[in-house]
């Protein structure tokens, strides 16, 4: 998938394990499937297998999201040999991060909007320091400034049509968003310059919420994690033929 399209691969499901006392199988993220929209979304940089120096003000920022014994306990199960982590071939000892937790509201499981809005200042806080340089340039969360004011309306002319102004083609970031019934269903991250707001949506969104199974007024948490390049002195390193895991999203209802 090209980041530019705002389509989505369809995950392939087969036997995986479930977790915090799911008792549905989890459909698994196919990697080979996603390699190309990584691929795409790399060259972005001019050298993905580089030293990626981060701007000033960037490189030094420190992981606040501080796996989350002071917030809410980590999902239980997730560490487990046969767990998400071991499903996903990620690292047992992989540092899981809350981002926050928010109230479902209508818009969300609205068609007509077709996103998962996330709470900013969590996003901000907690979630945009895990994420490499690369992935906030595509995610559009390298400078987070206060939303730009809306564009005035064109004047109308009488006997003539006013052409609508057209708006910013999105992308985003690809991410694998996690929940025990929904699956595992690849989607973007990004963030629209024109309101500040930063949802999850994409191809394939709305099939994914309703099987989330949420109403409006649940609460959710949300929990991520990545597997990186080492990182020295502000600034990511990747070994040779090192590639990162894609930035995975899970959605737990209390």
Request: charge should be positive; hydrophobic fraction near 40%.
């Amino acid at each position: 998938m090209c980041p530019g399209t705002g389509k989505s691969h369809t995950v392939v499901p087969r036997a995986a394990p479930g977790y915090a006392g799911s008792k549905r199988t989890l459909a698994v993220y196919d990697p080979a499937a996603a390699a190309q929209q990584r691929a795409d979304a790399a060259r972005l940089s001019a050298d993905a297998g580089a030293l990626v120096p981060l701007p000033v003000g960037v490189a030094g920022e420190p992981i606040k999201a501080v796996p989350l014994a002071a917030t809410a306990p980590e999902p239980p199960g997730i560490r487990a040999p046969k767990g998400l982590l071991a499903h996903l071939s990620l690292r047992l000892d992989l540092p899981v991060h809350f981002i926050d937790e928010k109230t479902v509201t209508a818009t969300d499981v609205d068609p007509q909007q077709n996103r998962f809005r996330l709470p900013i200042d969590g996003v901000i806080r907690n979630l945009r320091p895990v994420l490499s340089h690369l992935d906030r340039q595509v995610a559009n969360l390298v400078y987070v400034e206060a939303p730009r004011p809306r564009l005035p309306k064109l004047p109308k002319v009488p006997g003539e049509k006013t052409k609508k102004r057209r708006g910013r083609e999105h992308g985003g970031l690809p991410v694998l968003v996690i929940e025990r019934y929904a699956g595992i269903r690849e989607l973007q991250l990004t963030r629209w310059e024109s309101s500040g707001v930063c949802v999850i949506k994409g191809e394939g969104y709305m099939d994914f919420i309703n099987n989330c199974g949420f109403s409006v007024g649940d609460v959710v948490e949300i929990w991520a994690f990545k597997e990186k390049g080492l990182r020295l002195f502000g600034v990511d390193i990747y070994e040779e033929g090192y590639q990162e895991s894609p930035l995975c999203v899970l959605f737990i209802k209390k």
